[in-house]
């Protein structure tokens, strides 16, 4: 699903977070270290190489709803933008913790001027948000931001399973809806 707003390109897919070409950015659920772990972060770490992990020795520790950028090293993406989510059931406010991480990626990204990224649904996995209330304010937090964005023209949501992408779309549209962005 593929969405124009304010001249903004918005997108849901299926797919393997490490494999999104042609984004500048890729951004990682990292653990507070920015070790390699379990999950998204595992993935990443494994599919960019053991120099990642050199870099983010030097960045980490980070705190919940921080993100930080290093290389992208074997990634077909230049950049990683890293950012710590809430774990939903020991947070405090895990909501505005996790819109933070969304709001904290998206203001590196225009800070480097990057064109382009791509999102994984942050903290919905091994932290235990569930799924349709992350994306709702991940999403909610994308297209509320829109008026802020110069440099990024391109914004991909990359979910995990053919049912999980149904989620994604249904509370995509119902967000655009919500805000006056069509159907």
């Given amino acids: 699903m593929k969405k124009e707003i304010e001249g903004i ?3 849901c897919v299926e797919g393997d977070i490490t494999k999104q070409e042609g984004f ?3 951004v990682n659920a990292a653990n507070s270290r920015l070790a390699p772990g379990g999950g998204v972060a595992g993935a990443i770490h494994q599919a960019a190489g053991p120099k990642l992990y050199e870099e ?3 960045l980490g520790p980070i705190k919940t709803g921080e993100a930080v950028i290093t290389a992208g090293y074997n990634l077909p993406n230049p950049y990683i933008i890293h950012t710590l989510g809430p774990v939903y059931h020991q947070e405090e406010e895990p909501d505005k913790k996790l ?3 969304y709001q904290n990626c998206l203001k590196v990204a225009e800070t480097k001027g990057l064109k382009s990224i791509a999102f994984c649904a ?3 996995g091994i932290f235990g948000y ?3 209330e992350g994306l709702k304010i991940g999403l909610g937090t994308i297209v509320e931001n829109i ?3 110069r440099s990024l023209k391109r914004i991909r ?3 995990y399973g053919q049912d999980a992408l149904r989620v994604c779309e249904e509370v995509f549209k119902e967000i655009t809806k919500e805000r006056g962005y069509g159907k």
């Fill in 147 to 149: 008026p802020k964005l």
């Fill in 99 to 101: 819109k933070q991480c």
């Fill in 9 to 11: 390109i918005i997108e």
């Fill in 157 to 159: 949501m990359v979910i």
């Fill in 122 to 124: 942050i903290s919905t």
């Fill in 56 to 58: 983010c020795r030097k």
């Fill in 130 to 132: 569930p799924l349709k």
């Fill in 24 to 26: 500048e950015a890729v």
